[in-house]
């Protein structure tokens, strides 16, 4: 059988580091809440004119750099926020790397799209359709949270976190273990952006201008995304025949420190063994575990030969889980110094 290698990691963080007492200059929130509901201290949006295929086109640069690679065969492109609705953003990554002609398509998985993207790279592989895959999960959620909705406004966030991956053994470093994913559509109502779509406008309904925006009822969302992470974690453990005491790292979706906390305690690791960054980079969505593994390589959170545990869960309803050996691999970030977010905040 054929497995899926991680053998580059990269990630590009907007320049404009955006803190809490900023959005309590304008919201009726604080620092304090901010910090006790969801552990962000600051996060960072793009500037005008940035899109999410700008970010991702840097993160993709900087992913083949650490592969060492110039080329792949194919491109995919996890996200929620696309350059356009149509065409898929990854073409024009593809185009803009240097890399036109080959596989390129989209995934929309919401904050799941990580998992859900690399789904997509580990089947083109396994399937013989490609040798290598960059994969990127790239968002710009600040274009599309309404600045009015303390709800939104202060959890979602812009990046972009990306991986090459090339064909291998299941056996060696960076193989990527079985995959579970799932979905509940019945759920769709509670991260949702009303308008837009093909059933607002085919309904002939005039839509308001805040029903463009991203809508997220978050009290029912943390109990599902608390019970999905870690069940699907538990399969993806059971999958890979392995049991929780393998686990060197758990490395969830960084939807908020509360959950990441509340998913760790239910699958019995201790607080040590969780990576995040929250604190910094808020909810990147589909973007948000390829940043925390490019960072958490860079700072030597996770090391060559740890076996990690990746959980998110997101709109749709989406969850999914895997495990891998991390390889020995440099990670290329573009992001502004943690110096400079830290006199920010
Ligand atoms: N600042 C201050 N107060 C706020 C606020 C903010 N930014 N956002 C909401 N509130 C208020 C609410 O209006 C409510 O006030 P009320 O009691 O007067 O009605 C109160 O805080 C509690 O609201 P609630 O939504 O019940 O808070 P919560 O404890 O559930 O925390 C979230 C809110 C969004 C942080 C929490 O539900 C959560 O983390 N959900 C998951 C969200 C998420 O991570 N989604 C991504 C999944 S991929």
């Not at 779509?197 to 809508?215: K, M």
């Not at 996770?302 to 991390?326: M, N, Y």
């Amino acid at each position: 059988m054929t497995a899926a290698v991680v053998v580059g990691v990269g990630a590009s963080l907007p320049q404009r580091v955006v803190t809490n007492a900023e959005l309590a200059g304008y919201l009726d929130t604080s620092d304090e809440w901010i910090r006790s509901r969801t552990g962000i201290g600051a996060r960072r949006w793009v500037d005008p004119g940035v899109s999410t295929g700008d970010l991702a086109t840097r993160a993709g640069e900087l992913a083949l750099r650490s592969a060492g690679v110039g080329r792949v065969d194919a491109v995919v492109v996890a996200t929620t926020t696309p350059d356009r609705l149509c065409p898929a953003t990854a073409p024009e990554v593809a185009t803009r790397l240097g890399l036109t002609g080959i596989s390129a398509h989209d995934v929309n998985a919401v904050c799941t799209g990580f998992l859900y993207g690399l789904s997509s790279a580990v089947g083109l592989i396994a399937a013989g359709n490609a040798e290598s895959v960059l994969m990127i999960g790239a968002e710009t959620f600040s274009t599309i949270i309404d600045p009015k909705d303390r709800g939104t406004a202060v959890i979602f966030a812009d990046g972009a976190g990306a991986l090459v991956l090339r064909a291998g053994a299941p056996d060696e470093p960076g193989a990527v273990g079985p995959l579970v994913l799932g979905s509940d559509g019945g759920l769709a109502d509670l991260i949702q952006i009303p308008a837009g779509g093909s059933r607002q406008r085919s309904s002939g309904a005039a839509a308001e201008p805040e029903d463009y925006y991203f809508r997220m009822r978050g009290r029912e969302v943390y109990r599902h995304a608390v019970e999905r992470m870690a069940s699907s974690a538990m399969q993806a453990l059971g999958r890979a025949g392995l049991t929780m005491s393998d686990i060197d790292k758990f490395v969830p979706h960084q939807a908020n420190a509360r959950i990441s906390a509340a998913v760790g305690e239910r699958l019995g690791l201790q607080e040590r063994q969780t990576v995040s960054n929250v604190e910094c980079v808020g909810n990147t969505a589909a973007a948000s575990i390829g940043i925390l593994l490019a960072e958490a390589t860079a700072a030597g959170g996770i090391r060559a030969g740890q076996r990690l545990l990746l959980t998110a869960f997101g709109g749709g309803l989406t969850w999914g889980a895997t495990t891998l050996v991390w390889p020995e691999v440099t990670a290329h970030i573009a992001a502004p110094p943690r110096a400079a977010i830290a006199a920010a905040s």
